[in-house]
Protein backbone atom coordinates (compact mmCIF):
# COMPACT_ATOMS: atom_id res chain seq x y z
CA UNK A 1 0.00 0.00 0.00
CA UNK A 2 1.23 3.66 -1.05
CA UNK A 3 0.79 6.00 1.76
CA UNK A 4 -1.36 9.15 0.31
CA UNK A 5 1.23 11.56 1.99
CA UNK A 6 4.69 10.78 1.65
CA UNK A 7 6.72 13.23 3.64
CA UNK A 8 10.04 13.18 1.87
CA UNK A 9 8.44 13.78 -1.36
CA UNK A 10 5.99 16.57 -0.13
CA UNK A 11 10.10 18.04 0.77
CA UNK A 12 11.56 17.07 -2.23
CA UNK A 13 8.23 18.60 -4.01
CA UNK A 14 8.53 21.53 -2.20
CA UNK A 15 12.04 22.45 -2.57
CA UNK A 16 11.66 22.46 -6.78
CA UNK A 17 8.33 24.60 -6.26
CA UNK A 18 10.35 26.91 -3.77
CA UNK A 19 13.31 26.87 -6.56
CA UNK A 20 11.07 27.44 -9.75
CA UNK A 21 9.74 30.55 -7.91
CA UNK A 22 12.32 31.63 -6.72
CA UNK A 23 12.95 34.38 -9.25
CA UNK A 24 9.84 36.12 -8.54
CA UNK A 25 10.80 36.49 -4.98
CA UNK A 26 13.68 37.95 -5.62
CA UNK A 27 12.37 40.18 -8.43
CA UNK A 28 9.67 41.50 -5.60
CA UNK A 29 11.85 41.69 -2.39
CA UNK A 30 15.34 43.57 -4.62
CA UNK A 31 17.23 40.75 -3.01
CA UNK A 32 19.65 39.92 -6.17
CA UNK A 33 22.01 38.34 -4.14
CA UNK A 34 19.70 35.65 -3.17
CA UNK A 35 18.97 34.46 -7.22
CA UNK A 36 23.50 34.57 -7.74
CA UNK A 37 23.18 32.25 -4.65
CA UNK A 38 20.83 29.95 -5.74
CA UNK A 39 22.31 30.04 -9.33
CA UNK A 40 25.04 28.55 -8.03
CA UNK A 41 23.47 25.85 -6.10
CA UNK A 42 21.13 24.78 -9.09
CA UNK A 43 24.23 24.56 -10.73
CA UNK A 44 25.72 21.89 -8.36
CA UNK A 45 23.06 20.09 -7.44
CA UNK A 46 22.72 19.31 -10.97
CA UNK A 47 26.66 17.88 -10.72
CA UNK A 48 25.28 16.13 -7.67
CA UNK A 49 22.31 14.52 -9.09
CA UNK A 50 24.76 13.14 -11.83
CA UNK A 51 27.14 11.75 -9.63
CA UNK A 52 24.18 10.45 -7.46
CA UNK A 53 23.50 8.26 -11.00
CA UNK A 54 27.29 6.62 -10.58
CA UNK A 55 27.16 6.51 -6.55
CA UNK A 56 23.65 5.89 -5.36
CA UNK A 57 22.42 3.48 -8.37
CA UNK A 58 25.54 1.85 -10.02
CA UNK A 59 27.51 1.67 -6.88
CA UNK A 60 30.12 3.38 -8.25
CA UNK A 61 31.86 5.70 -5.20
CA UNK A 62 33.76 8.09 -7.49
CA UNK A 63 36.19 10.99 -5.87
CA UNK A 64 36.55 12.59 -8.52
CA UNK A 65 33.54 13.77 -9.68
CA UNK A 66 34.57 17.60 -9.63
CA UNK A 67 37.17 16.89 -13.02
CA UNK A 68 34.48 17.23 -15.07
CA UNK A 69 33.59 20.54 -13.68
CA UNK A 70 36.50 22.01 -14.78
CA UNK A 71 36.37 19.90 -18.45
CA UNK A 72 33.18 21.32 -18.37
CA UNK A 73 34.29 24.82 -17.36
CA UNK A 74 37.65 24.92 -19.65
CA UNK A 75 35.47 23.70 -22.60
CA UNK A 76 33.67 27.14 -22.44
CA UNK A 77 36.63 29.23 -21.37
CA UNK A 78 39.28 28.24 -23.77
CA UNK A 79 36.97 27.92 -26.70
CA UNK A 80 35.39 31.50 -25.43
CA UNK A 81 39.29 32.59 -25.67
CA UNK A 82 39.88 31.42 -28.92
CA UNK A 83 36.91 33.12 -30.13
CA UNK A 84 34.35 30.44 -31.11
CA UNK A 85 31.67 32.06 -28.74
CA UNK A 86 28.62 30.08 -29.81
CA UNK A 87 27.16 28.42 -26.42
CA UNK A 88 26.45 25.46 -29.12
CA UNK A 89 29.40 24.97 -29.89
CA UNK A 90 31.05 25.46 -25.93
CA UNK A 91 28.58 23.09 -24.06
CA UNK A 92 28.70 20.57 -27.38
CA UNK A 93 32.66 20.19 -26.19
CA UNK A 94 32.40 20.31 -23.09
CA UNK A 95 30.18 17.26 -23.18
CA UNK A 96 31.65 15.39 -25.59
CA UNK A 97 35.29 16.16 -23.86
CA UNK A 98 34.17 15.15 -20.72
CA UNK A 99 32.12 11.53 -22.13
CA UNK A 100 35.75 11.05 -23.94
CA UNK A 101 37.45 11.56 -20.58
CA UNK A 102 35.14 9.53 -18.59
CA UNK A 103 35.33 6.73 -20.77
CA UNK A 104 38.87 6.56 -20.47
CA UNK A 105 38.99 7.02 -17.27
CA UNK A 106 35.65 4.78 -16.64
CA UNK A 107 37.73 1.91 -18.56
CA UNK A 108 41.28 2.46 -16.11
CA UNK A 109 39.42 2.68 -13.09
CA UNK A 110 36.41 -0.04 -13.34
CA UNK A 111 39.65 -2.62 -13.00
CA UNK A 112 39.56 -1.74 -9.29
CA UNK A 113 36.60 -2.04 -6.98
CA UNK A 114 35.55 -0.46 -3.43
CA UNK A 115 38.44 1.93 -1.69
CA UNK A 116 40.90 1.75 -4.74
CA UNK A 117 38.27 2.49 -7.03
CA UNK A 118 37.29 5.57 -4.54
CA UNK A 119 41.42 6.38 -5.01
CA UNK A 120 41.57 5.79 -8.24
CA UNK A 121 38.91 7.83 -9.59
CA UNK A 122 40.93 10.55 -6.90
CA UNK A 123 43.93 10.13 -8.70
CA UNK A 124 42.76 11.16 -11.92
CA UNK A 125 40.90 13.98 -11.24
CA UNK A 126 44.26 14.99 -9.52
CA UNK A 127 45.86 14.46 -12.82
CA UNK A 128 43.23 16.84 -14.56
CA UNK A 129 43.98 19.39 -11.56
CA UNK A 130 47.83 19.48 -12.53
CA UNK A 131 47.12 19.61 -15.98
CA UNK A 132 45.11 22.38 -16.05
CA UNK A 133 47.61 24.26 -13.74
CA UNK A 134 50.02 23.07 -15.95
CA UNK A 135 48.02 25.20 -19.09
CA UNK A 136 49.84 28.56 -19.37
CA UNK A 137 48.42 29.83 -22.41
CA UNK A 138 44.67 29.38 -20.35
CA UNK A 139 45.66 31.25 -16.96
CA UNK A 140 47.74 28.20 -15.55
CA UNK A 141 47.30 28.16 -11.47
CA UNK A 142 45.35 31.67 -11.50
CA UNK A 143 42.75 30.39 -13.66
CA UNK A 144 41.14 31.71 -16.59
CA UNK A 145 38.66 34.30 -17.01
CA UNK A 146 35.63 33.90 -19.34
CA UNK A 147 34.98 37.51 -20.43
CA UNK A 148 31.90 36.54 -22.81
CA UNK A 149 29.48 33.99 -21.40
CA UNK A 150 28.13 31.43 -24.44
CA UNK A 151 25.92 32.73 -27.06
CA UNK A 152 22.82 30.99 -27.97
CA UNK A 153 21.88 33.61 -30.45
CA UNK A 154 18.40 34.98 -30.02
CA UNK A 155 16.81 32.35 -28.35
CA UNK A 156 18.35 33.26 -24.84
CA UNK A 157 20.82 35.46 -22.93
CA UNK A 158 22.93 34.17 -20.73
CA UNK A 159 23.76 37.70 -19.55
CA UNK A 160 20.62 37.75 -18.03
CA UNK A 161 20.50 36.82 -14.94
CA UNK A 162 16.77 35.53 -14.74
CA UNK A 163 16.71 33.88 -17.71
CA UNK A 164 20.48 32.04 -16.61
CA UNK A 165 19.14 31.02 -13.74
CA UNK A 166 15.88 29.38 -15.46
CA UNK A 167 18.31 27.66 -17.83
CA UNK A 168 20.18 26.45 -14.93
CA UNK A 169 16.94 25.02 -13.53
CA UNK A 170 15.88 23.93 -16.83
CA UNK A 171 19.11 21.76 -16.79
CA UNK A 172 18.81 20.54 -13.57
CA UNK A 173 14.50 19.18 -14.30
CA UNK A 174 15.60 17.92 -17.27
CA UNK A 175 18.53 15.86 -15.64
CA UNK A 176 16.58 14.31 -13.14
CA UNK A 177 13.71 13.51 -15.17
CA UNK A 178 16.71 11.55 -17.41
CA UNK A 179 18.08 9.93 -14.54
CA UNK A 180 14.39 8.86 -13.24
CA UNK A 181 13.93 7.39 -16.85
CA UNK A 182 17.34 5.94 -17.03
CA UNK A 183 17.29 4.07 -13.62
CA UNK A 184 13.42 2.96 -14.26
CA UNK A 185 14.28 2.05 -17.37
CA UNK A 186 15.90 -1.67 -18.02
CA UNK A 187 19.54 -0.80 -18.52
CA UNK A 188 19.20 1.30 -14.65
CA UNK A 189 17.42 -2.25 -13.53
CA UNK A 190 20.16 -4.19 -14.67
CA UNK A 191 23.14 -1.44 -13.12
CA UNK A 192 20.93 -1.75 -9.50
CA UNK A 193 21.31 -5.30 -10.19
CA UNK A 194 25.23 -5.18 -10.29
CA UNK A 195 25.46 -2.61 -7.18
CA UNK A 196 23.69 -5.31 -5.21
CA UNK A 197 25.40 -8.14 -6.74
CA UNK A 198 27.51 -8.57 -9.12
CA UNK A 199 28.95 -11.99 -9.10
CA UNK A 200 25.19 -13.11 -9.32
CA UNK A 201 24.38 -10.48 -12.52
CA UNK A 202 27.61 -11.92 -14.09
CA UNK A 203 26.14 -15.29 -13.27
CA UNK A 204 23.23 -14.71 -15.55
CA UNK A 205 24.22 -13.16 -18.49
CA UNK A 206 25.22 -9.62 -18.24
CA UNK A 207 28.64 -7.95 -19.19
CA UNK A 208 28.64 -6.24 -16.18
CA UNK A 209 31.87 -3.86 -17.11
CA UNK A 210 30.26 -2.34 -20.13
CA UNK A 211 26.86 -1.50 -18.24
CA UNK A 212 28.87 -0.01 -15.40
CA UNK A 213 31.02 1.87 -18.24
CA UNK A 214 28.10 3.23 -19.71
CA UNK A 215 26.38 4.81 -16.96
CA UNK A 216 30.04 6.27 -15.59
CA UNK A 217 29.71 7.99 -18.67
CA UNK A 218 26.57 9.80 -18.67
CA UNK A 219 27.31 10.84 -15.35
CA UNK A 220 30.57 12.45 -16.32
CA UNK A 221 28.70 14.13 -19.83
CA UNK A 222 26.05 15.16 -17.33
CA UNK A 223 28.40 16.82 -14.99
CA UNK A 224 30.28 17.89 -17.79
CA UNK A 225 27.21 20.17 -18.68
CA UNK A 226 26.87 21.45 -15.26
CA UNK A 227 30.77 22.36 -15.61
CA UNK A 228 29.85 24.34 -18.30
CA UNK A 229 27.10 26.70 -16.71
CA UNK A 230 29.30 27.15 -13.68
CA UNK A 231 31.87 28.75 -15.84
CA UNK A 232 29.25 31.00 -16.95
CA UNK A 233 27.78 31.53 -13.90
CA UNK A 234 30.94 32.69 -12.30
CA UNK A 235 32.51 33.89 -15.68
CA UNK A 236 36.08 32.22 -14.72
CA UNK A 237 37.38 28.96 -14.62
CA UNK A 238 40.06 27.40 -12.59
CA UNK A 239 42.12 24.22 -12.01
CA UNK A 240 40.59 24.81 -8.16
CA UNK A 241 37.24 23.90 -9.05
CA UNK A 242 38.88 20.21 -10.08
CA UNK A 243 40.42 19.91 -6.33
CA UNK A 244 39.63 17.11 -4.27
CA UNK A 245 38.20 18.53 -1.89
CA UNK A 246 35.09 19.92 -4.31
CA UNK A 247 35.23 16.47 -5.28
CA UNK A 248 34.26 15.86 -1.38
CA UNK A 249 31.22 18.62 -1.21
CA UNK A 250 29.93 16.63 -4.10
CA UNK A 251 29.67 13.54 -2.34
CA UNK A 252 28.49 14.86 1.13
CA UNK A 253 25.07 16.62 -0.96
CA UNK A 254 25.20 13.53 -2.61
CA UNK A 255 25.16 11.73 0.97
CA UNK A 256 23.69 14.22 3.22
CA UNK A 257 20.64 14.60 0.54
CA UNK A 258 20.48 10.96 0.71
CA UNK A 259 22.37 8.47 -1.78
CA UNK A 260 20.07 6.53 -4.49
CA UNK A 261 16.86 8.41 -4.17
CA UNK A 262 16.37 10.65 -7.23
CA UNK A 263 15.34 14.19 -5.49
CA UNK A 264 18.16 13.73 -2.45
CA UNK A 265 21.15 15.40 -4.32
CA UNK A 266 19.32 18.48 -5.26
CA UNK A 267 17.84 18.58 -1.56
CA UNK A 268 21.37 18.11 -0.31
CA UNK A 269 22.90 20.36 -2.27
CA UNK A 270 20.27 23.19 -1.60
CA UNK A 271 20.51 22.24 1.82
CA UNK A 272 24.40 22.31 2.68
CA UNK A 273 25.27 25.23 0.43
CA UNK A 274 22.50 27.43 2.11
CA UNK A 275 23.60 26.24 5.59
CA UNK A 276 27.19 27.20 4.51
CA UNK A 277 25.90 30.34 3.76
CA UNK A 278 23.82 31.07 6.68
CA UNK A 279 26.27 29.67 9.55
CA UNK A 280 28.76 32.14 7.78
CA UNK A 281 26.75 35.10 7.89
CA UNK A 282 26.60 33.93 11.61
CA UNK A 283 30.14 33.44 12.64
CA UNK A 284 32.92 33.70 10.39
CA UNK A 285 34.07 30.44 12.04
CA UNK A 286 31.10 28.40 10.50
CA UNK A 287 32.98 25.11 9.06
CA UNK A 288 33.40 24.85 13.23
CA UNK A 289 29.38 24.03 13.38
CA UNK A 290 29.31 22.36 9.99
CA UNK A 291 31.82 19.64 10.20
CA UNK A 292 30.16 18.44 13.56
CA UNK A 293 26.90 18.62 12.12
CA UNK A 294 28.12 16.69 9.19
CA UNK A 295 29.32 14.06 11.75
CA UNK A 296 25.88 13.79 13.47
CA UNK A 297 24.22 13.44 10.21
CA UNK A 298 25.91 10.27 9.37
CA UNK A 299 25.64 9.29 12.96
CA UNK A 300 22.27 9.34 13.69
CA UNK A 301 20.71 10.27 10.20
CA UNK A 302 21.58 7.01 8.03
CA UNK A 303 20.40 7.30 4.47
CA UNK A 304 20.76 11.58 4.34
CA UNK A 305 17.50 14.19 4.83
CA UNK A 306 15.30 11.74 2.30
CA UNK A 307 16.16 8.69 4.83
CA UNK A 308 15.15 10.61 7.71
CA UNK A 309 11.71 12.07 6.02
CA UNK A 310 11.37 8.67 5.25
CA UNK A 311 11.62 7.15 9.09
CA UNK A 312 9.38 10.54 9.47
CA UNK A 313 6.78 9.01 7.48
CA UNK A 314 6.74 5.77 8.91
CA UNK A 315 6.92 6.02 12.03
CA UNK B 1 76.55 14.75 -8.61
CA UNK B 2 76.49 16.70 -5.25
CA UNK B 3 72.66 18.05 -6.43
CA UNK B 4 71.61 14.30 -7.17
CA UNK B 5 72.68 12.94 -3.58
CA UNK B 6 70.95 15.77 -2.10
CA UNK B 7 67.70 15.52 -3.88
CA UNK B 8 67.88 11.91 -3.50
CA UNK B 9 68.55 12.62 0.52
CA UNK B 10 65.34 14.88 0.23
CA UNK B 11 63.16 12.37 -2.02
CA UNK B 12 64.07 9.84 1.19
CA UNK B 13 63.61 12.02 4.10
CA UNK B 14 59.85 13.12 2.26
CA UNK B 15 59.16 9.20 1.71
CA UNK B 16 59.98 8.37 5.64
CA UNK B 17 57.68 11.11 6.49
CA UNK B 18 55.34 10.05 4.69
CA UNK B 19 55.60 6.40 5.90
CA UNK B 20 55.17 7.68 9.69
CA UNK B 21 51.96 9.33 8.45
CA UNK B 22 50.95 6.30 5.64
CA UNK B 23 51.84 3.73 8.74
CA UNK B 24 48.82 4.99 11.14
CA UNK B 25 46.41 5.02 8.12
CA UNK B 26 47.36 1.96 6.43
CA UNK B 27 46.79 0.12 10.15
CA UNK B 28 43.78 2.04 11.00
CA UNK B 29 42.35 1.14 7.21
CA UNK B 30 43.68 -2.59 7.51
CA UNK B 31 42.68 -3.42 11.09
CA UNK B 32 39.47 -0.99 11.17
CA UNK B 33 38.10 -1.04 7.77
CA UNK B 34 37.66 2.62 8.37
CA UNK B 35 38.56 5.75 6.08
CA UNK B 36 40.06 8.61 7.54
CA UNK B 37 40.46 11.70 6.05
CA UNK B 38 41.07 13.57 9.19
CA UNK B 39 44.05 11.85 9.76
CA UNK B 40 45.82 14.57 8.06
CA UNK B 41 44.51 16.69 10.63
CA UNK B 42 46.14 14.45 13.27
CA UNK B 43 49.26 15.46 11.10
CA UNK B 44 48.18 19.39 11.17
CA UNK B 45 47.57 19.26 15.04
CA UNK B 46 50.89 17.34 15.73
CA UNK B 47 52.74 20.49 14.00
CA UNK B 48 50.70 23.23 15.91
CA UNK B 49 51.07 21.54 19.41
CA UNK B 50 55.02 21.59 18.61
CA UNK B 51 54.90 25.18 17.47
CA UNK B 52 53.26 25.88 20.63
CA UNK B 53 54.82 23.51 23.19
CA UNK B 54 58.15 24.20 21.85
CA UNK B 55 57.95 27.80 22.57
CA UNK B 56 56.39 27.39 25.83
CA UNK B 57 59.01 25.10 27.25
CA UNK B 58 61.93 26.70 25.28
CA UNK B 59 62.88 23.57 24.66
CA UNK B 60 63.06 21.16 21.49
CA UNK B 61 62.89 17.79 22.48
CA UNK B 62 60.62 18.57 25.53
CA UNK B 63 58.21 20.31 23.34
CA UNK B 64 58.07 17.74 20.91
CA UNK B 65 57.76 15.18 23.25
CA UNK B 66 54.43 17.08 24.56
CA UNK B 67 53.14 17.71 21.34
CA UNK B 68 53.45 13.48 20.73
CA UNK B 69 51.75 12.93 23.69
CA UNK B 70 48.89 15.31 23.14
CA UNK B 71 48.10 14.35 19.80
CA UNK B 72 48.06 10.84 21.27
CA UNK B 73 45.73 11.86 23.42
CA UNK B 74 43.82 13.73 21.31
CA UNK B 75 43.84 10.90 18.62
CA UNK B 76 42.63 8.55 21.46
CA UNK B 77 39.51 10.94 22.14
CA UNK B 78 38.60 10.98 18.68
CA UNK B 79 38.37 7.94 18.49
CA UNK B 80 36.55 7.19 21.95
CA UNK B 81 33.73 9.85 20.89
CA UNK B 82 33.44 9.64 17.28
CA UNK B 83 35.03 7.40 15.41
CA UNK B 84 34.38 4.56 17.07
CA UNK B 85 30.50 4.42 16.09
CA UNK B 86 31.77 4.08 12.33
CA UNK B 87 33.55 0.70 12.37
CA UNK B 88 31.36 -1.28 10.12
CA UNK B 89 29.74 1.72 8.62
CA UNK B 90 30.00 2.22 4.97
CA UNK B 91 33.22 3.75 3.63
CA UNK B 92 30.92 6.64 2.09
CA UNK B 93 29.77 7.01 5.73
CA UNK B 94 33.57 7.52 6.59
CA UNK B 95 34.53 10.00 3.72
CA UNK B 96 31.63 12.19 4.76
CA UNK B 97 32.12 12.30 8.84
CA UNK B 98 35.84 12.41 8.36
CA UNK B 99 35.27 15.33 5.75
CA UNK B 100 33.30 16.87 8.73
CA UNK B 101 36.24 16.59 11.17
CA UNK B 102 38.73 18.05 8.51
CA UNK B 103 36.36 21.38 8.87
CA UNK B 104 35.71 21.35 12.10
CA UNK B 105 39.35 20.73 13.12
CA UNK B 106 40.68 23.49 10.06
CA UNK B 107 38.75 25.80 11.98
CA UNK B 108 39.42 25.04 15.24
CA UNK B 109 43.10 25.84 14.35
CA UNK B 110 41.98 28.97 12.61
CA UNK B 111 39.98 30.31 16.14
CA UNK B 112 43.12 29.08 18.42
CA UNK B 113 45.46 30.00 16.58
CA UNK B 114 44.60 32.92 14.44
CA UNK B 115 44.69 32.33 10.36
CA UNK B 116 47.91 33.16 9.80
CA UNK B 117 51.06 30.58 9.81
CA UNK B 118 53.29 29.77 12.60
CA UNK B 119 57.29 29.09 12.39
CA UNK B 120 58.89 26.72 14.71
CA UNK B 121 62.68 27.46 14.60
CA UNK B 122 65.02 25.01 14.08
CA UNK B 123 66.77 23.51 17.40
CA UNK B 124 69.54 25.74 17.37
CA UNK B 125 71.53 22.15 18.15
CA UNK B 126 70.82 20.62 14.71
CA UNK B 127 71.30 23.98 12.93
CA UNK B 128 74.16 23.53 11.48
CA UNK B 129 75.26 21.48 8.08
CA UNK B 130 76.89 18.01 8.14
CA UNK B 131 79.72 17.02 5.62
CA UNK B 132 78.20 13.27 4.51
CA UNK B 133 80.85 12.76 1.76
CA UNK B 134 83.62 14.62 0.56
CA UNK B 135 82.71 17.55 -0.62
CA UNK B 136 78.73 17.46 -0.25
CA UNK B 137 77.22 18.77 2.76
CA UNK B 138 73.24 17.71 4.12
CA UNK B 139 71.17 19.77 6.66
CA UNK B 140 71.99 18.06 10.29
CA UNK B 141 68.39 18.39 11.03
CA UNK B 142 67.18 16.69 7.64
CA UNK B 143 69.19 14.01 8.66
CA UNK B 144 67.82 13.99 11.97
CA UNK B 145 64.20 13.40 10.51
CA UNK B 146 66.00 10.43 8.18
CA UNK B 147 67.36 8.88 11.42
CA UNK B 148 64.58 9.44 13.69
CA UNK B 149 62.06 8.33 11.03
CA UNK B 150 64.06 5.24 10.09
CA UNK B 151 63.92 4.50 14.09
CA UNK B 152 60.57 4.73 14.59
CA UNK B 153 59.86 2.12 11.28
CA UNK B 154 62.59 -0.23 13.18
CA UNK B 155 60.51 -0.44 16.40
CA UNK B 156 57.12 -0.28 14.45
CA UNK B 157 58.32 -3.48 12.51
CA UNK B 158 59.51 -5.01 15.71
CA UNK B 159 56.34 -4.03 17.21
CA UNK B 160 54.31 -5.52 15.08
CA UNK B 161 56.23 -8.88 14.13
CA UNK B 162 57.86 -9.46 17.41
CA UNK B 163 55.63 -8.41 20.66
CA UNK B 164 52.34 -9.96 21.72
CA UNK B 165 50.38 -6.63 20.97
CA UNK B 166 51.98 -6.70 17.36
CA UNK B 167 50.69 -10.32 17.04
CA UNK B 168 47.29 -9.31 18.09
CA UNK B 169 46.79 -6.29 15.43
CA UNK B 170 47.96 -8.37 12.81
CA UNK B 171 45.48 -11.10 14.07
CA UNK B 172 42.83 -8.13 13.98
CA UNK B 173 44.16 -7.32 10.23
CA UNK B 174 43.40 -10.78 8.91
CA UNK B 175 39.85 -11.72 10.90
CA UNK B 176 38.17 -9.52 13.01
CA UNK B 177 35.60 -11.71 14.08
CA UNK B 178 37.76 -14.60 14.84
CA UNK B 179 40.27 -12.34 17.56
CA UNK B 180 37.25 -10.95 19.63
CA UNK B 181 35.59 -14.25 19.54
CA UNK B 182 38.98 -15.65 21.16
CA UNK B 183 38.24 -13.24 23.99
CA UNK B 184 40.67 -10.08 22.92
CA UNK B 185 39.32 -6.79 24.01
CA UNK B 186 38.46 -5.52 20.63
CA UNK B 187 36.96 -2.03 21.42
CA UNK B 188 40.58 -1.56 23.60
CA UNK B 189 42.84 -3.10 20.83
CA UNK B 190 40.80 -0.57 18.27
CA UNK B 191 41.59 2.86 20.68
CA UNK B 192 45.47 1.69 20.91
CA UNK B 193 46.03 1.60 17.02
CA UNK B 194 44.23 4.69 16.75
CA UNK B 195 45.98 6.53 19.06
CA UNK B 196 49.32 4.70 17.50
CA UNK B 197 48.68 6.12 14.35
CA UNK B 198 47.41 9.77 15.30
CA UNK B 199 50.94 9.43 17.25
CA UNK B 200 52.84 8.63 14.49
CA UNK B 201 50.79 11.66 12.26
CA UNK B 202 51.89 13.88 15.11
CA UNK B 203 55.28 12.69 14.98
CA UNK B 204 55.45 13.23 11.17
CA UNK B 205 53.68 16.57 11.45
CA UNK B 206 56.38 17.85 14.19
CA UNK B 207 59.33 16.90 12.78
CA UNK B 208 58.17 18.96 9.65
CA UNK B 209 57.12 21.92 10.91
CA UNK B 210 60.40 23.57 11.24
CA UNK B 211 60.97 23.05 7.35
CA UNK B 212 57.42 24.08 6.21
CA UNK B 213 55.41 26.92 7.75
CA UNK B 214 52.80 25.38 9.93
CA UNK B 215 49.51 26.46 8.39
CA UNK B 216 45.63 25.67 8.12
CA UNK B 217 45.55 22.97 5.53
CA UNK B 218 48.57 21.74 5.75
CA UNK B 219 47.39 18.17 6.50
CA UNK B 220 45.20 17.84 3.52
CA UNK B 221 47.64 18.00 0.87
CA UNK B 222 49.83 15.38 2.39
CA UNK B 223 47.07 13.32 3.30
CA UNK B 224 46.43 12.47 -0.44
CA UNK B 225 49.75 11.27 -0.71
CA UNK B 226 49.61 8.90 2.00
CA UNK B 227 46.68 7.81 0.57
CA UNK B 228 48.24 7.19 -2.59
CA UNK B 229 51.01 5.57 -0.87
CA UNK B 230 48.71 2.92 1.06
CA UNK B 231 46.94 2.23 -2.07
CA UNK B 232 50.28 1.61 -4.39
CA UNK B 233 51.83 -0.34 -1.46
CA UNK B 234 48.26 -2.15 -0.65
CA UNK B 235 46.25 -1.58 2.26
CA UNK B 236 46.92 -2.74 5.19
CA UNK B 237 50.37 -3.42 4.60
CA UNK B 238 53.10 -2.03 6.68
CA UNK B 239 55.64 -3.20 4.28
CA UNK B 240 53.75 -2.07 1.42
CA UNK B 241 53.45 1.38 2.49
CA UNK B 242 57.18 1.80 3.36
CA UNK B 243 58.41 0.43 0.25
CA UNK B 244 55.68 2.64 -1.36
CA UNK B 245 56.38 6.12 0.97
CA UNK B 246 60.24 5.68 -0.59
CA UNK B 247 59.28 5.14 -4.26
CA UNK B 248 56.58 8.26 -3.79
CA UNK B 249 59.07 10.73 -2.13
CA UNK B 250 61.89 10.03 -4.23
CA UNK B 251 60.13 10.19 -7.36
CA UNK B 252 58.11 13.14 -6.42
CA UNK B 253 61.60 15.12 -5.39
CA UNK B 254 63.41 14.02 -7.90
CA UNK B 255 61.04 14.83 -10.50
CA UNK B 256 60.62 18.54 -9.32
CA UNK B 257 64.76 18.54 -8.94
CA UNK B 258 65.76 17.22 -12.65
CA UNK B 259 62.12 17.03 -14.43
CA UNK B 260 62.60 20.66 -15.97
CA UNK B 261 66.18 20.38 -17.09
CA UNK B 262 64.65 17.32 -18.51
CA UNK B 263 61.97 18.84 -20.44
CA UNK B 264 64.31 21.88 -21.84
CA UNK B 265 65.82 19.85 -23.94
CA UNK B 266 62.87 18.67 -25.48
CA UNK B 267 60.75 21.76 -25.35
CA UNK B 268 61.71 25.64 -25.33
CA UNK B 269 62.55 26.51 -22.02
CA UNK B 270 59.18 28.96 -21.38
CA UNK B 271 57.12 26.04 -22.45
CA UNK B 272 59.16 23.53 -20.07
CA UNK B 273 59.22 25.85 -16.88
CA UNK B 274 55.68 26.02 -16.99
CA UNK B 275 54.96 22.68 -17.78
CA UNK B 276 57.48 20.67 -15.50
CA UNK B 277 55.77 21.57 -12.07
CA UNK B 278 52.81 20.45 -13.42
CA UNK B 279 53.97 17.37 -14.40
CA UNK B 280 56.47 16.12 -11.99
CA UNK B 281 52.94 16.65 -9.58
CA UNK B 282 51.00 14.52 -11.76
CA UNK B 283 53.89 11.87 -11.92
CA UNK B 284 52.63 10.30 -8.77
CA UNK B 285 49.28 9.81 -9.55
CA UNK B 286 50.18 8.69 -12.88
CA UNK B 287 52.34 5.95 -10.84
CA UNK B 288 49.49 5.13 -8.88
CA UNK B 289 47.11 4.79 -12.12
CA UNK B 290 49.02 2.43 -13.51
CA UNK B 291 50.23 0.37 -10.11
CA UNK B 292 46.26 -0.31 -10.02
CA UNK B 293 45.87 -0.58 -13.39
CA UNK B 294 48.45 -3.45 -13.33
CA UNK B 295 47.47 -5.00 -9.90
CA UNK B 296 43.96 -3.35 -8.85
CA UNK B 297 44.60 -4.53 -4.98
CA UNK B 298 48.12 -2.42 -4.63
CA UNK B 299 51.67 -3.51 -4.69
CA UNK B 300 51.85 -5.75 -1.62
CA UNK B 301 48.52 -6.20 -1.05
CA UNK B 302 47.81 -7.90 2.73
CA UNK B 303 46.31 -11.57 3.04
CA UNK B 304 43.10 -11.29 3.69
CA UNK B 305 40.76 -14.37 4.45
Redesign the interface.
Known amino acids: MKSQLNVSSVVAALVVAGLVLLPVYSNLSGNIFILTLFTRIVILALSAVSLNLI?GYGGM?S?GHAAYLGIGGYAVGILAQEGIGSGWAQFAVAIAVSALYALVIGA??L??????F???T???A??AY??A??L?RYG?DDGLTVYKRSDFGGLINLGNRVQFYYLCLFCLLAVVVLVWRIVNSRFGLVLQGLRSNEQRMQAIGFPSKRYKLACFVIAGMLCGLSGALLANNTDFVSPAVMY??RS?DL??MV??GG?GTLLGPVVGAVAFLVLEEVLSQITE????I??????L???FGRGGIMGMLGRLNRG | MLLVVEQFLNGLQFGLLLFLLAAGLTLVFGIMDLVNLAHGSLYMMGAYFAATFVAWTGSFVLGGVLALGATLLLGIVLEYTALRHLYGRDHLDHVLATFGLILFFNEAVRLIWGPAGLALPLPSWLAFPVTILPGIQYPAYRLAIIVVALLVALLLYLGVMRTRIGMLIRAGASNREMIGALGINIKLLYTLVFGLGAALAGLAGLMQAPILTVQIGMGENILILAFVVIVIGGIGSIRGAFIAAIMIGLIDTMGRAFLPNLLRQVLNSAAASTAAPAMSSMLIYLLMAIVLVARPEGLFPANRR
Open positions: MMFLSRTRGVYIMILAFQMYVSGSGWTGMVILMYWAIMGPLLLVVL
